[in-house]
């Protein structure tokens, strides 16, 4: 868990923290609005998966 700002990083780059192939995909996106999003990724070349919170900053809740 301690890694995940890290992880999410290089998601956001495209690449899978884990094999660092650019074959990193959205694959659920829940939530919304000014409810916290929980994203989930997964890697299709080394079947990494990870979800991640991200709050709205939009929201001033
Ligand atoms: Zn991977």
Redesign the pocket.
Same mark, same amino acid.
């Given at each position: 868990m301690k890694d995940q700002s890290k992880e999410l990083e290089k998601i956001e780059q495209g690449f @899978?923290?884990? $094999?660092?192939?650019n074959?990193?995909e959205m694959v659920d996106i829940r939530g919304g609005g000014c409810s916290p999003k929980i994203i989930t990724y997964r @890697?299709s070349? $080394?079947?990494?998966e990870n979800s991640f919170t991200k709050s709205n900053s939009s929201c001033t809740l």
């Open positions: @899978c923290p884990k $094999c660092k192939h074959t990193i @890697c070349s $080394c079947g990494y």
